[in-house]
């Protein structure tokens, strides 16, 4: 059984950080291209970031040069570091494990508010 476990939101103030972690078990990690989404309110779901098995990355435009995505695979856990946030930055962020199938974290809140 594969379970994806997100954690590290919380409330930021803008121009804060926050490092989200995402900690996979019951899958061989390092076979997986991982990601990042986010849904803010109202929203569809939208890509963040991701990375592929080899470490190549790509990233929204909206978060280019403040978010950083990487993975460690002796850890079975995918980073996202938030540097710079804004205040639309504030939503749910979900990680997302792609192989032959996808699966999904249960997201973790972020909030970006003075």
């Known amino acids: 059984q594969v379970h994806l476990v997100e954690s590290g939101g919380g409330l930021v103030q803008p121009g804060g950080s926050l490092r989200l972690s995402c900690a996979a078990s019951g899958m061989y990690f390092s076979t997986y291209a991982m990601a990042w989404y986010r849904q803010a309110p109202g929203k569809q779901r939208e890509l963040v970031a991701a990375?592929?098995?080899?470490?190549?990355?790509n990233y929204a435009d909206s978060v280019k040069g403040r978010f950083t995505i990487s993975r460690d695979n002796a850890k079975n856990t995918v980073y996202l570091q938030m540097d710079s946030l804004k205040p639309e930055d504030t939503a749910v962020y979900y990680c997302k494990a792609s192989h032959l199938s996808q699966y999904w974290g249960q997201g973790t809140q972020v909030t970006v508010s003075s």
């Open positions: 990375i592929t098995t080899g470490g190549s990355t």
